[in-house]
C-alpha cells in the first residue's frame, strides 16, 4: 500500500527524509513531530516500534561506501493504519537546478486531511508524472485561483516588496521540514515569511518563485504553464546557501540507532 493508494486518506501517514546512506537521516526529529501531529489529526497512531523497523531497513539497505553528508538519497516512511510500515528508498532526479513548472488542480479532502502527508497521496503523484509528460518539472496545484501546493515542494514567492510568501495551512499547503529549515536564516537575512494565499497577481508581480523540499533542495522556477515568471536569484541563492550549510552540519544527521 505505498505512494498512498489506499484511496482513504486517514489509512496511513508518510513523510520523505533524507537519507545518508548508512543509519542518519536528516531532521528526523522535525520528521517525527510532523508524523506525530498529522497522525493525531488523521486519527491513527504510529507504531511503537517505528525506530526498530527502520533500523532493520537500513541494516539490510544501507549502502556499502563511507555515508556522505551530500544530500543524495531519500527514505520515503508511510505508517499504516495496520501498525505495518512501508520504508522505500529513492534517488533525487534533480536539486538546486532552474526548473520550469504547470498548474493543475488541487486534490480536496477535509479540513482535517488538507495539509497532512496523508494516506490518498496518488494524486501527487499523477501530477508528477503529468508534468513530465508535458515536458515539465513540477505540477503547481491550484484551488480557487490560488497556488496551494506542488507535488513534491513547497512554492514560494517573493513579492516585489521583498517579503517571501507561503500557502497558509487553511489554504491547503503542507508543513514544510526545509521551510522550517529556512525561515530563522530567511529572516536574519531581510526576508521575512508570511503564510496567506498565493493568488494570481501575487504570482504574477514576483521578483522571484523558488520550489522547496528535501528532495530538490532549492530551485528556482523559470516559468508557470510557459508564462516566464520574475527574473530575480537572492532567495533562491539564499535558500541554496543556507540548506548546503544545514546539511553538511553534522548535528543536522540523527543515528536511527541512537533512539533504541
Known amino acids: 500500500m505505498s505512494e498512498g ?85 529513492r534517488t533525487i532526479s534533480f536539486r538546486n537546478e532552474e526548473i520550469d513548472a504547470i498548474t493543475l488542480p488541487a486534490p480536496r479532502w477535509s479540513s482535517k486531511v488538507n495539509g497532512t502527508k496523508h494516506g490518498d497521496w496518488k494524486p501527487y503523484r499523477e501530477a508528477q508524472e503529468l508534468a513530465e509528460k508535458r515536458g515539465a518539472d513540477l505540477a503547481f496545484l491550484i484551488h480557487d485561483y490560488a497556488i496551494v501546493d506542488a507535488d513534491r515542494a513547497m512554492p514560494v514567492v517573493l513579492d516585489d516588496d521583498g517579503t517571501a510568501w507561503v500557502a497558509a495551512q487553511e489554504e491547503g499547503g503542507v508543513d514544510s521540514i526545509t521551510l522550517n529549515i529556512l525561515i530563522e536564516g530567511l529572516e536574519a537575512a531581510g526576508i ?26 532549492a530551485c528556482r522556477v523559470l516559468s508557470l504553464d510557459d508564462e516566464m515568471l520574475g527574473e530575480g536569484v537572492t532567495l533562491t541563492e539564499r535558500c541554496q546557501s543556507l540548506l548546503d550549510i544545514h546539511y553538511q552540519d553534522k548535528a543536522t544527521w540523527f543515528d536511527v540507532r541512537s533512539a533504541l
Open 192 to 217: 521575512p515569511v508570511h503564510f496567506g494565499r498565493l493568488n494570481e497577481r501575487l504570482v504574477a508581480r514576483a521578483a522571484e518563485v523558488v520550489a522547496i523540499g528535501s528532495g530538490i533542495g
Open 5 to 89: 493508494n489506499s484511496g482513504n486518506p486517514r489509512n496511513a501517514v508518510f513523510t520523505t527524509a533524507l537519507w545518508n546512506g548508512a543509519f542518519a537521516l536528516a531532521d528526523w526529529e522535525l520528521h517525527v513531530q510532523r508524523l506525530a501531529e498529522n497522525a493525531k489529526r488523521l486519527r491513527l497512531e504510529l507504531p511503537s516500534n517505528m525506530t526498530q523497523q527502520l533500523v532493520d531497513f537500513f541494516e539490510k539497505e544501507k549502502l556499502q561506501q563511507e555515508p556522505s553528508l551530500e544530500p543524495s538519497m531519500l527514505v520515503r516512511i508511510e505508517c499504516l493504519r495496520t501498525g505495518e510500515m512501508v520504508i522505500e528508498v
